[in-house]
């Protein structure tokens, strides 16, 4: 029991013990009898325990309401406090006869003679407990006191009730003296009743006289010599024959040999559904629960004093009825109490294992039931009182472990008794039972607002008045109307079998008949409200009705309600009903026969003569032929369409008289059933007819159900978590889905932005909306008008969606489906759903309490029969090599450890032979919503004890995958951080300790074993220096490339590291997230912190920056938000610098990976100096920490530590300083200014001298590539190569790991984007391939998109197209699953280029292209990307340009111009600069004469410039140099020209190998660009040998006159070809959005081909006054 800091009892063993722990002495020990009702009476002395302020409080709760949450709260004070005072009865001998609401009723029974001896004892009992108990003071500020009243004399048992359930009552005088004591007293004081003060030694007593003859008030108890109480105590314990003073358990009733027959007569006081929890063994911690249920408190009273027997017969005459009829609506007699002039009733419905739909409906009916019984039956009856409320209660076990009691606990238990007395003698109910029941409003009479004691705000009460049968027929109307905007998703086929039900009924002049099955919220009603606008759209006349479950006991009313809404008499009003109704039978039927229709419509037609002779059955069927009569005359002129929702509660009479008119009219019936449901014969037949076909509906799709949920809340796309929350909670039901989007909006926790409002945020804690653009990979607005405004929407930081309770409408449908199990399924599905939404069964198995194997099986296997679970594939089963046996260790130390599970087993996942050998180990709900409402019945206390457990098995394995070689996703994570101080309760569940690990020592020490095994994969080897590196041996590229196929090669499981696949993903989703869910649920806060930051670690290592931001943000949230104020930084949660450190530089990652370059700057800056590792903010800093790193940082590298903890600690920092300086050049790159070139060298420089002192060879092999890369990118020709070639002789080191592994797969990229660069196209392409099967098998999907995309870029300009759609598709295989809009961008731009010189090909629409461009090209992930942006943005200008789309031209190659400026000399850069340039030229070329005379020279002029600034830039990527060099020829040609002419157009790519005619007099003149390249040469020709002889150089190789050289010099040198034509100029309609009317043909199979024309003169000036 929650009961603070006292020792744990130990359990309770037996049934029977379990079964007399909950049940007084007084039953226990009773002589039975036979009658019925059972009467006994005996001496004893009272004791009445009244908690004051308990209502109060919980008054208070129900004003902040926060449901299931306060009413935790509330359960845990009261269970606390009245726990220990159940002790203290106990210890002195008392016998708890019940525990009711705020109340405790103790007895000690005894002789006569010995009642003044137990009075002492029991007034020194309750002094005892004032003053221990007195006062509890709670954090609500409520405070609670205690009213004690005695009582002694001659009390009455009764037993009520029948073979299968009795209650015990306790009556008499005395019992109603102890009720006014309490009443009499005030908090903090005891009252003696004034028989008691009779019968007791009065010398004793200190007392007041509180009225005469009633009661007196005890103030204590004189101390007498010799009078010792411990002797009285001794003397008094002797009368007590069942006190136990040598036994803990202070109850014999526990102790009691084995008896089937009392077991048996024990149990009938137990509801049932109690006693299968405790047959099934469930522990007295798993019974307890949260629910909504609905009380009802029934009150009589009586005329006058009756014999006691007499009273008796009453109430167990009442009690029988009560009982039968509260059980027929799935409800339980809880208690009854009698008092001397009635008694009263409490009725609880949805207590566990009874919940069942329309609770409250029941409730009702079943009162009302009551009402009319005890006022027509029960003679004596004065007074009937009925009170029902709804709410949620804690239906659970409240007392000591040695004595407690099952009961309900909440405000609305409370109200339902304050109700009693407020509206005597009638049926009243709370407006929230009044709006669940779902029973017509005429049933309820609204009732005058009363005050109520201690409740501030009771609401609206109604009195119901029975079910009452209302003068009238439906109405038209459907659940659901359609919503013009967003049409029906995946309902295609349903709809389809509509149009040729449809098409059939008319052509053939036949009826049919539609009938849709589907469950609960699949959206069979805004099918119907499609069906409805389609068929009116047709023409067609459509009668709708949707029809109620009290509705199938109507006798033809269905049919009645159509055919009024046929006649348009249902909306008019009564009076004219008539006269309406005269107007549409005239015609059709005689007059005469009119007076037929009165009682269905209700209308006084006169009676007339041939009507009164016909019997009732002669009216019916004349009726009937009447009805078919009119509509087959109203089908002649309008169709008609039947739509008739929920169907299954048509009446028998309609289904055959629908069935008739199926048979005989062409009408076409629509209906919906919603199953199970138990149709009658005729709905069989129309079931089983050959004009009716039956569809089911199945749930939406996932991204259909994302599409709705977008449009329900009005946003164009969703952040992940808020999508897993929707798919699992809904599971692609629509109205789930529906009620989930407004109980979002309801509880505010959304933020909500303009999508296309964004900005650099300069601070972490707003980088919400931008997470989200920058990640999203797809737009689905609900229309497209250009004025639209689009939204995002993102959960507000300190929710947590996992513990977000759910609607209370979808919490009833699920407990509904949980009450259908058994109790060890019901008892199982609540342990799972405390784990997660799937989850392992080891695991499941750990948290079931005495559950062998055989039986958890069975019970899983049941529960997967009924779909309730499924077994997962075995993608997502977690690596076995690290799976604990599922040994169950108690978390806290004082329980201890409890016993393992079958030590013989031969599986380390502990449950070998029992699974199927087709399944996995790991389970996942396959109901909707029941996972979430199993949670929430939990108490609190005792989620976080289940909770710690899932943490502590978890925690071993929270680390890399068994192929990763283990260890943390931060490296050396546990090694580096700092030994806080734990609680007692959670030192085995991530507990730092001695062993400096946040694992427990057993998975500590087998993440340290040697290599080979060691969990992280690195050697232990001194560090090396510099001239050791030297000394080693040449590594060749021919060699190194030998190594990568041998390793490829490798396919035996025990050889390689690639044959077993990474399984990190799976740890990351089954492991790290859950263990950090379980111990922010604990409220381990640093534990949390923890495994947020390895989960967000193991997102960035899977390429999927938006989860990593999901975790660093709840990271954030744990941590707390520092104050402004330097000296005021205190976090929430004390960690470590180096986890500090660790939190900035993964947060810095993401922001980079976002776009967010300036924040991303600054964490990268604050990790570093968290690191003792400063970077420089000034220039002149920069060039003396340039110069240190170069000439004396690299010879004074760090002496290695001798403590291995100590050394692995170093190391943690160490990586962490790599990764930061790493990514700080990588920033500063994104810049084209002079000091973010010398910063992006520096941090470069930085890198590689910490990767030397880290001494591992993945990392220094990652840093060499780094230089070398970026050299490249800076046009840095000196030393471009050397570090690569550094870095292939660095690589021989790397093979033994998978860290090396990834090393040596960005080395092979980076050989491939090297040659691509040199123009070595079919080399770039062997180890492209290479490198993206070496991706493949490490799971690396941003490194293998990256190989991708150099792999394109070299099969492009080879012209291999078939190649080049071959990488597309693999990269959009990429790039689709994800969410990182810069790898579309960059896949995007690819397409463009296939589109545009691909002769035909396509991979994507040119359509898509440009709306994902207008969609993402102001996102802050793709702002800073200027390379990849120059080339989307030029290659979308060519398009336009080539399809005479000169607006459309304009606004993008503006766009260019800016971006140009941007760039570097990477490949990327340089291909966008290429784009850039063929823009100009083809400017120019397409120039009219009239227009080209009056160009500008500076115009011209600034062209040339562009050429020159490529030569300068781009001098380290000469692939493209003999391209840029013939367009550079043509533009000084066409100054030279008189006019332009068409014919010589350059056409993009035609050149790039095969190449044109260039005029010797324009390759003269551009012997400028050779110097300003480097002085490669005076002309074309001369420079391209000289470009041979650089890569030849660059290769290794001794002169330009061997053999690769030259042979490459000759494919450079140009050729006189023909100037092929494009196949078809697709025309492109020009409109606004530049969308509208495109056509292209690839996609529609046909192109509209349109002639050249000229660009007009105002185009020209616009476009170069703009480009200048």
Same mark, same amino acid.
């Given at each position: ?102 109340? %405790?009723?103790?007895?000690?029974? #005894? ?38 009243? %005695? ?202 294992? &009874?919940?069942?739909? &329309? ?23 004065? %007074? ?126 036949? $009826? ?19 069906? =409805? ?53 005239? $015609? ?26 016909? =019997? ?27 739509? /008739? ?76 978590? @808020? ?9 692609? +039901? ?57 939204? /995002? ?47 392992? /069964?080891? @695991? ?168 080979? !095994? ?138 980079? +990976? ?110 060499? #590539? ?34 090396? @592994? ?142 005479? !789309? ?17 760039? +570097? ?20 070329? +397409? ?145 606004? =959005? ?35």
């Amino acid at each position: 029991m929650p009961t603070g800091e006292r020792e744990a009892a130990p359990p309770l063993g037996s049934v029977k013990t379990r079964v007399a722990a909950l049940l007084p002495d007084l039953l226990v020990f009773r002589s039975p009898r036979g009658s019925r009702p059972e009467l006994a009476t005996a001496q004893g002395v009272l004791l009445g325990v009244h908690v004051t302020g308990f209502t109060a409080l919980m008054d208070r709760f129900s004003l902040t309401c926060k449901s299931e949450h306060d009413m935790d709260k509330l359960a845990h004070i009261f269970s606390y406090y009245i726990s220990d005072i159940v002790e203290h009865v106990l210890c002195f001998g008392g016998d708890i006869l019940n525990i009711t609401g705020n109340v %405790l009723l103790a007895l000690w029974t #005894v002789e006569q003679s010995q009642l003044s001896d137990i009075i002492t004892l029991v007034a020194r009992c309750s002094l005892e407990i004032q003053e221990r108990f007195g006062v509890y003071h709670t954090r609500e500020g409520q405070d609670l006191h205690l009213k004690i009243g %005695l009582s002694a004399g001659r009390i009455s048992q009764v037993i009520i009730g029948d073979e299968q359930r009795q209650y015990l009552l306790v009556i008499g005088r005395d019992v109603d003296g102890v009720r006014l004591a309490q009443r009499l007293a005030q908090a903090n004081e005891i009252v003696l009743s004034w028989n008691c003060w009779k019968l007791c030694e009065q010398y004793m007593f200190e007392v007041e006289i509180m009225r005469e003859d009633e009661a007196v008030k005890l103030r204590d108890i004189r101390i007498i010599d010799p009078f010792d109480f411990d002797e009285h105590l001794d003397k008094c314990l002797d009368y007590l024959p069942h006190y136990r003073t040598s036994a803990e358990t202070l109850r014999t009733a526990l102790e009691l040999v084995p008896d089937s027959a009392l077991e048996q007569r024990l149990r009938k006081h137990i509801m049932k559904g109690l006693l299968k929890k405790i047959d099934e063994g469930q522990p007295v911690e798993y019974v307890s629960e949260f629910r909504t249920v609905t009380m009802v408190l029934v009150s009589l009273e009586f005329h006058r004093p009756a014999w006691l027997l007499r009273l008796c017969r009453l109430v167990q005459e009442a009690a029988l009825y009560i009982s039968t009829v509260i059980e027929k609506g799935g409800g339980q007699l809880s208690r009854i109490f009698m008092f001397e002039k009635g008694c009263m009733f409490l009725c609880v419905f949805g207590l566990p294992g &009874d919940k069942k739909p &329309d609770e409250c409906a029941h409730a009702l009916e079943s009162s009302f039931s009551i009402f009319s019984f005890c006022w027509e039956n029960l003679a004596e009856t004065k %007074l009937v009182s009925i009170s029902i409320t709804n709410g949620p209660v804690f239906c659970g076990v409240v007392g000591a472990l040695r004595r407690h009691e099952y009961t309900v606990i909440g405000p609305k238990v409370s109200l339902v008794a304050r109700m009693i007395t407020a509206y005597p003698g009638l049926v009243s109910c709370d407006e929230v039972t009044y709006l669940r029941s779902m029973l017509p409003a005429y049933n309820f009479k609204k009732l005058p607002e009363k005050t109520m004691r201690n409740i501030s705000n009771p609401g609206r009460m109604y009195e119901y008045l029975g079910h009452r049968r209302c003068l009238m027929f439906g109405k038209r109307h459907l659940d659901r109307a359609r919503n013009k905007n967003h049409p029906l998703l995946d309902r295609e086929k349903e709809l389809e079998a509509f149009r040729l039900a449809q098409q059939e009924c008319l052509q053939q002049k036949a $009826g049919r008949a539609v009938l849709y099955e589907g469950g609960k919220g699949h959206g069979k009603s805004q099918l119907l409200a499609e069906i =409805d606008f389609l068929a009116q759209k047709k023409g067609q006349r459509v009668l709708p009705l949707k029809l109620k479950e009290a509705d199938s006991e109507r006798c033809f009313y269905a049919v009645q309600t159509l055919m009024a809404i046929f006649f348009e008499i249902d909306t008019c009003p009564a009076c004219h009903r008539q006269e309406q109704l005269h107007r549409q039978l005239c $015609g059709l039927v005689d007059t005469p026969l009119h007076c037929l229709f009165n009682d269905l419509f209700f209308v006084k037609f006169p009676l007339s003569f041939r009507v009164s002779h016909m =019997d009732e059955l002669a009216r019916q069927k004349k009726v009937q032929e009447c009805f078919i009569h009119i509509l087959q005359e109203a089908v002649r002129a309008t169709p008609l369409v039947f739509l /008739i929702d929920e169907a299954q509660f048509l009446d028998a009479a309609s289904w055959e008289f629908l069935g008739a008119l199926l048979s005989s009219l062409p009408i076409l019936m629509v209906m919906t059933l919603t199953p199970p449901a138990a149709l009658c014969g005729w709905a069989q037949h129309i079931l089983h007819s050959p004009q009716a076909v039956l569809v089911p509906i199945s749930t939406l799709a996932a991204p259909s159900l994302l599409r709705m949920a977008c449009w329900e809340l009005g946003v164009v796309s969703l952040p992940q978590e @808020l999508q897993i929350y929707l798919l699992h909670r809904s599971f692609r +039901n629509p109205l789930y889905c529906e009620i989930l989007c407004q109980d979002l909006l309801s509880k505010d926790i959304l933020r909500f932005h303009d999508l296309r409002e964004e900005e650099e945020n300069s601070n972490w804690e707003t980088l919400s909306a931008n997470a989200i653009k920058s990640t999203m990979s797809s737009i689905s607005p609900a229309s497209s008008d250009e004025g639209q405004e689009l939204y /995002i929407c993102t959960v507000k930081d300190d929710v947590n969606l996992e513990t977000v309770l759910l609607p209370p409408p979808l919490k009833e449908i699920a407990v509904n489906q949980l009450d259908l199990l058994s109790p060890e399924a019901q008892l199982l599905v609540k342990c799972a759903a405390i784990i997660g939404h799937s989850f392992h /069964i080891n @695991l499941l198995h750990r948290l079931l309490p005495g559950w062998g194997e055989s039986k958890l099986l069975q019970v899983v296997g049941q529960l997967v029969d009924t779909h309730v679970l499924r077994w997962l594939d075995k993608s997502h089963e977690l690596p076995a090599e690290s799976m604990p046996a599922p040994s169950r260790t108690d978390c806290t130390d004082e329980v201890g450890e409890r016993k393992k599970s079958d030590a013989g087993s031969s599986s380390p996942l502990g449950l070998p032979e029992a699974l199927p050998p087709a399944h996995t180990s790991v389970l996942e709900f396959g109901v909707p919503l029941l996972r979430e409402a199993a949670w929430e019945l939990w108490p609190q206390e005792q989620q976080i004890a289940l909770h710690l457990e899932c943490a502590c098995f978890l925690q071993d394995l929270a680390c890399r995958c068994g192929s990763c070689h283990g260890g943390d996703f931060v490296p050396f994570h546990r090694f580096a951080v700092c030994p806080p101080k734990r609680s007692r309760g959670l030192s085995r569940c991530c507990a730092y300790r001695d062993t400096g690990s946040v694992l427990t020592p057993v998975a500590t020490d087998r993440l340290q074993l040697p290599f080979g !095994q060691d969990g992280f994969g690195f050697q232990e080897k001194a560090f090396k220096r510099q001239e050791a590196f030297a000394s080693e041996r040449s590594r060749t590229e021919e060699a190194f490339l030998d190594g990568v196929a041998q390793k490829l090669a490798q396919s035996s499981p025990g050889e390689g590291l690639l044959t077993a696949p990474c399984r990190c993903a799976q740890v990351l989703e089954a492991v790290l997230g859950p263990l950090a869910q379980h111990c922010l649920v604990v409220g381990e806060a640093s534990c949390a912190f923890y495994y947020l930051l390895e989960a967000a670690a193991a997102s960035l290592d899977l390429s999927d920056s938006y989860m990593a931001f999901f975790y660093l943000r709840k990271a954030g949230s744990v941590l707390g938000r520092p104050s402004a104020f330097s000296f005021l930084r205190k976090r929430k949660v004390k960690v470590c610098q180096f986890e500090e450190a660790t939190f900035c530089r993964l947060r810095s990652e993401v922001c980079f +990976n976002m776009g967010q370059i300036t924040l991303a700057k600054k964490l990268a800056r604050q990790a570093l100096r968290l690191l003792k590792r400063n970077f420089p903010w000034t220039w002149l800093g920069v060039l003396f920490q340039t110069f240190l790193e170069k000439y004396w940082r690299s010879c004074s590298l760090s002496q290695q530590p001798g403590n291995p903890n100590e050394k692995k600690k170093q190391l943690a920092v160490v990586e962490q300083r790599v990764r930061c300086l790493s990514l700080l050049w990588q920033l500063y790159n994104l810049e084209a200014t002079a000091s973010s070139r010398r910063c992006a060298r520096l941090a470069a420089l930085m890198q590689r001298n910490s990767a030397e002192e880290f001494a591992e060879e993945a990392q220094v092999v990652s840093a060499y #590539v780094d230089l070398s890369q970026l050299s490249q990118n800076l046009g840095d020709r000196e030393t471009w190569l050397l570090w690569e070639q550094l870095a292939i002789q660095k690589s021989s080191l790397c093979w033994s790991s998978r860290e090396g @592994l990834l090393a040596a797969a960005r080395l092979l990229q980076a050989l491939a984007y090297t040659r691509l660069c040199l123009g070595h196209l079919d080399l770039s392409i062997k180890l492209g391939l290479h490198a993206q099967e070496l991706c493949g098998l490490l799971k690396k999907p941003a490194l293998e998109n990256l190989v991708l995309s150099v792999l394109f870029r070299s099969a492009f300009l080879k012209k291999k197209f078939d190649l080049c759609v071959r990488v597309l598709e693999s990269q959009w295989a990429l790039v689709s699953r994800g969410r990182d809009v810069l790898a579309l961008a960059g896949f995007y731009s690819a397409c463009l280029d296939l589109l545009l010189y691909g002769e035909g090909l396509l991979c994507r629409p040119f359509a898509e292209c440009l709306r994902f461009v207008q969609n993402y090209e102001h996102s802050c992930a793709l702002t800073p990307q200027s390379n990849v942006m120059l080339g989307v943005h030029a290659s979308l200008a060519l398009w336009f340009a080539q399809n005479l !789309q000169w607006g459309l031209f304009a606004r993008h190659f503006s766009k260019a111009c800016q971006l140009v400026r941007r760039t +570097n000399a990477s490949l990327f850069g340089c291909h966008g600069f290429v784009r850039f340039l063929e823009c100009h030229t083809f400017m120019l070329q +397409n120039m009219p004469a009239s227009v080209f005379m009056h160009v500008p020279p500076e115009a011209r002029s600034r062209t040339l410039q562009y050429f020159e600034e490529f030569f300068s830039r781009c001098a380290t990527c000469p692939v493209y140099h003999q391209w840029v060099s013939e367009l550079k020829a043509s533009v000084m040609r066409s100054g030279k020209r008189d006019s332009a002419s068409s014919a010589n157009v350059i056409r993009p790519l035609d050149t790039c190998l095969t190449g044109i005619w260039i005029d010797r007099e324009f390759l003269e003149k551009d012997a400028s660009c050779g110097k300003n390249s480097g002085g490669t040469g005076s002309s074309s020709f001369v420079q391209l040998k000289c470009l041979g002889c650089f890569l030849g150089q660059l290769d290794g190789r001794e002169g330009p006159g061997s053999q690769p050289s030259v042979e490459l010099a000759e494919r450079l040198i140009p050729r006189r070809t023909r100037v092929p034509r494009r196949p078809t100029d697709v025309y492109v309609k020009e409109e606004k =959005d530049g969308l509208k009317g495109a056509r292209s043909a690839e996609c529609k199979g046909a192109a509209v081909t349109r002639p050249r024309k000229a660009l007009p003169c105002q185009q020209f000036s616009v476009l170069l006054a703009g480009e200048n």
